[in-house]
């Protein structure tokens, strides 16, 4: 992660993309999405949210489809709305950092956010005390 953070810290120019490698097709697409965190967090919400389509109160819900067609909506739009304002995010973000050396000043600026972070883990790792149980992080003693 340090060496990430140097890395980021001084690069100065954007990347150019690949146009080839963009070339991604609908299979490819559907493949990718194994390795899409937003996918990831989207099936534990579902998961953890099964138990409230079946259940009310401790007592088998009532109207199951009724309340997975809420949750199904409910993650239609996070999806559609996450992903519009990511790609929006970024298309502004990228012609803003294209001028002058504003590209190299953000990297310094996340750098030096993720440079204290990763030296912050290395006491918990080092221990093998990255486990939760109970706080976080662990008290001394």
């Not at 996450?82 to 750098?111: D, K, P």
């Amino acid at each position: 992660m340090l060496w990430l953070g140097w890395k980021l810290a001084r690069a100065a120019h954007l990347a150019q993309a690949n146009e080839h490698r963009l070339n991604v097709s609908f299979w490819q697409g559907v493949g990718l999405q194994f390795f899409n965190i937003k996918a990831w967090m989207l099936a534990l919400t579902l998961t953890l949210t099964a138990g409230w389509v079946v259940n009310a109160a401790r007592r088998p819900a009532s109207n199951p489809g009724e309340r997975l067609s809420i949750v199904c909506a409910i993650m239609a739009a996070f999806a559609f709305s996450s992903n519009f304002v990511y790609a929006l995010v970024g298309s502004l973000l990228r012609e803003w950092l294209a001028q002058g050396r504003r590209l190299l000043w953000f990297n310094r600026v996340f750098a030096l956010v993720l440079w204290p972070r990763r030296a912050g883990c290395w006491p918990y790792e080092a221990a093998g005390n990255l486990e939760i149980k109970g706080q976080w992080p662990p008290t001394a003693g």
